[in-house]
């Protein structure tokens, strides 16, 4: 089984913040949280915040980083993407079904888009 990854905490991306203002090099940073250099680079570029009307506010915060984050993950959750499957989750919930007899039901029947129980449990 893979590594398990687990997403940078705010105390995690406040530190960052930090480093950067004081100029640490990302490997450093990348060493002393124990992150891969990569994760810390893709964090601070996607993560970067960007204003036309205050270009002097422009550079890295790890609370609005933080919040970026979360509204990007909430934005991907397959059960909020497609109402319809939500309401086909929800219905057999209600009946008693466990979500691993829901996502292998729907493997099973070949559904169109089927939705693990991991993912059930998580929304």
Request: with cysteine; glycine share 4%; hydrophobic share 35%.
């Amino acid at each position: 089984m893979g590594a398990v990854y687990t997403q940078l905490s705010i105390e995690e991306r406040r530190r960052i913040e930090r480093w950067r203002h004081a100029n640490v090099p990302v490997r450093e940073m990348a060493r002393v949280l124990k992150r891969s250099k990569a994760t810390i680079h893709r964090e601070i570029k996607r993560n970067y915040f960007s204003d036309e009307c205050m270009p002097k506010c422009d550079g890295y915060y790890g609370a609005a980083a933080h919040l970026m984050a979360a509204d990007r993950r909430g934005r991907q959750r397959k059960l909020i993407r497609y109402p319809q499957l939500l309401r086909k989750v929800v219905e057999r919930l209600k009946h008693g079904w466990t979500p691993e007899q829901i996502g292998n039901r729907m493997i099973y029947a070949r559904a169109k888009s089927p939705v693990s129980a991991c993912t059930i449990n998580a929304s």
